[in-house]
């Protein structure tokens, strides 16, 4: 069989832990399956970063030049450049190749190629930037589509509850193979002894957009699970664009820098290695959330917005009650989620569920690429 040419549309360029790995585990599942194959990887600004080249995209470049075209991870189907994406990527000092960033998400979908998806996409609602005309020639042109919640889903049948379109289906997010990436590469336990001493039993925990008062209450509340659980508290930053570092800094500081506060450097793999060696996990990051559950380690979110991102994790898992916003919630989901560590047997179970059906959308996505071609 000769090569089968890939291009993978994603948002890695703006440095966030979820959005870099989706092109590491993307690239490992095509390889398992295909003896060759040549992956190119695209996003809105041209970008070197954590051993893959990004190009920033342009129609020409991918218009009848490959035998498949994915759109892979994110909750990045939506609308909102001037809202999301042009302050994202002007506070970053980079630049977008094509018109819109939004461009790796629709302007693909109408070029000539054998096979075009979406593979385990997120779908933010459009409010007032829904497009029908857009949204429905992206579904009708594509050739698989498939969302990782059911909210998502249902924004993209235009909100409307008692339609079900057969072609937009649901997998797991790519997030539930994060550790398998880890252990692929055999890098399970390289990195995080190097912040953490020997024989550690850690809680991890990272937030952002907190006031300085609900800062000092979060830290008594950590300072005293510490003390009732026997947990070091490791602080890691991870949503670099709005500046959680800072947040866990002054939180660390009205605790009389009592926690364990990790460099805001990090790559995917010393965050990967940190994650999965914890014994619980709250945090405001979707993407961090899923890969210690992925790996059997009960975690919350706690984060004071409840997109339908976050409702859907939780709410597919009926564990909705880990789901924190308000800081007068947040001293109670220690016990929940140390009782879950030591009685829960559902928590391995679906995570093992998660990854099976991730392997068989990878099977299926595959099976049908290769009969394109």
Request: proline letters at 2%.
């Amino acid at each position: 069989m000769r090569s089968i040419k890939i291009a993978m549309m994603s948002f890695a360029d703006i440095n966030n832990y979820g959005d870099i790995l989706f092109s590491h585990v993307f690239n490992m599942e095509f390889r398992k399956r295909l003896s060759d194959v040549d992956i190119h990887f695209y996003t809105p600004s041209t970008i070197d970063l954590e051993g893959y080249h990004y190009q920033g995209y342009e129609k020409e470049k991918v218009d009848d030049k490959y035998d498949g075209v994915f759109l892979a991870g994110g909750e990045v189907v939506h609308l909102f450049d001037e809202r999301t994406w042009k302050p994202i990527y002007e506070k970053q000092g980079k630049s977008v190749i094509s018109e819109h960033a939004s461009d790796t998400v629709w302007d693909w979908v109408t070029c000539r190629c054998r096979f075009k998806a979406w593979l385990s996409v997120g779908v933010r609602p459009f409010g007032d930037k829904w497009d029908e005309s857009k949204v429905f020639e992206a579904v009708d042109s594509l050739d698989y589509i498939s969302c990782r919640g059911i909210l998502s889903k249902k924004v993209l049948e235009d909100s409307n509850f008692e339609k079900f379109n057969k072609k937009i289906g649901l997998t797991p997010d790519l997030g539930w193979i994060f550790p398998q990436y880890l252990d692929d590469l055999n890098l399970r336990g390289k990195y995080y002894l190097d912040f953490i001493s020997p024989n550690t039993k850690y809680l991890l925990f990272q937030v952002h957009n907190v006031t300085e008062e609900e800062a000092k209450i979060i830290a008594g509340d950590l300072l005293k699970a510490k003390e009732k659980y026997g947990y070091q508290i490791v602080m890691m930053p991870v949503i670099h664009l709005w500046q959680d570092e800072i947040y866990l800094e002054q939180i660390n500081e009205f605790a009389g820098n009592e926690f364990i506060v990790l460099p805001n450097d990090l790559s995917v793999f010393q965050m990967l290695d940190v994650i999965v060696h914890a014994s619980l996990a709250v945090t405001s990051s979707l993407h961090v959330a899923i890969t210690a559950l992925a790996d059997g380690v009960p975690a919350s979110v706690f984060n004071k917005w409840q997109g339908s991102k976050l409702q859907d994790l939780y709410g597919l898992q009926f564990r909705t009650d880990f789901l924190v916003s308000d800081v007068g919630e947040f001293a109670a989901i220690f016990e929940k989620l140390e009782y879950e560590r030591q009685h829960s047997k559902s928590l391995s179970l679906y995570a093992q569920f998660m990854r099976e059906k991730l392997k068989e959308t990878f099977d299926d996505v595959v099976n049908r690429l290769v009969s394109s071609t």
